[in-house]
């Protein structure tokens, strides 16, 4: 389809012949059907799951996705096999329907899981839960995306502190970093409760993204929120993402790039917003948003990146890292 990169299979390994190498990987949100090429009775997924988007007015950050990989699935040859891939959820606009509610609450905030099956098994990875708004007691229960069904590994998406601080100045909150392959994301930064002190956002471990920053914001309709937390790629354990920084000494009309959580493992970056009241969305795949900030009816959270599944197949072909990249 449209939405899938290139199939590709390799030339066959060894002089007589053998398994063949190749890759397909899904990167839009839906429904696909997997077809196991001629002579492949193997094959290697990793799955991520989307990033929960960023709530609004006085806003908590989204979650990472989660990430799970399993190898050596059994398939059969020319079988169909079904892949799905999650979404990231859509931020939340004002604080009419989310105020006072947990983070979670709203299902198209949240973001869907990724998973694939094989001839016996399913390895997932879930969406990343949404922040909430105005809400001091809800901060400590939002979850991020984890590893889930039958899998070898993976990391679970990082937390948004949240869901403001109200101390001088005001803070946003940042998104959460996709989970890795033997760690977790980032957390985005916040505050413990509202009015509290504000928490920095963290790095990502074992290949996840890192959770994005804080800055400076007020009330009125020319401010923006927090940034994106960063995404996780799918070729294969890489380095982990560095957490955004929090700014607090900037103007509210300044973009300060340097905020947003660095995607782990060759993902994207997280985003910082250009757009007013409105927060970053998280990076590919799988990073949170961050939250809106402004007035109680235009402040918009960052939306959450779409998940991802990549298939590969071929002899001495292994997640996390064994010969994982495009062959």
Request: net charge neutral; charged share 5%; glycine share 32%.
């Amino acid at each position: 389809g449209a939405n899938v990169s290139a199939f590709s299979i390799g030339k066959a390994v060894g002089r007589g012949g053998g398994t063949p190498s190749g890759q397909i990987e899904y990167t839009s949100s839906g429904s696909y059907s997997f077809v196991a090429p001629a002579g492949v009775t193997e094959v290697s997924v990793v799955t991520v799951g989307g990033g929960g988007a960023g709530a609004s007015y006085f806003g908590q950050g989204g979650s990472g996705g989660g990430l799970a990989y399993k190898n050596a699935i059994s398939v059969t040859p020319n079988a169909s096999y079904t892949v799905i891939v999650g979404s990231g959820g859509i931020g939340g606009v004002g604080s009419v329907g989310n105020s006072g509610n947990p983070p979670g609450y709203i299902a198209s905030q949240n973001g869907t899981a990724s998973s694939f099956t094989g001839d016996s098994i399913t390895v997932s990875a879930s969406g990343g839960e949404s922040g909430c708004s105005y809400n001091s007691n809800a901060s400590t229960s939002q979850n991020g995306g984890a590893p889930s069904g039958t899998y070898d590994g993976g990391g679970t998406g990082g937390k948004s502190v949240g869901p403001y601080s109200a101390t001088t100045p005001y803070g946003s909150s940042g998104g959460g970093g996709a989970g890795g392959y033997s760690g977790n994301g980032g957390q985005g930064a916040g505050a413990v409760s509202g009015n509290g002190t504000l928490v920095n956002a963290t790095a990502g471990s074992g290949g996840g993204g890192g959770g994005g920053g804080s800055r400076k914001v007020s009330t009125d309709t020319t401010t923006k929120g927090g940034s994106g937390g960063g995404g996780v790629g799918i070729l294969g354990e890489g380095a982990s993402g560095s957490a955004g920084s929090t700014i607090t000494n900037n103007s509210t009309s300044t973009e300060v790039p340097s905020t947003v959580g660095l995607g782990g493992s060759g993902g994207s970056n997280g985003n910082y917003s250009t757009v007013a009241q409105t927060g970053g969305s998280g990076g590919a795949f799988g990073g949170g948003g961050g939250s809106g900030h402004g007035n109680q009816t235009g402040a918009t959270g960052g939306n959450g990146a779409n998940g991802a599944v990549r298939i590969i197949w071929g002899e001495g072909r292994a997640y996390p890292s064994t010969n994982t990249g495009d062959v």
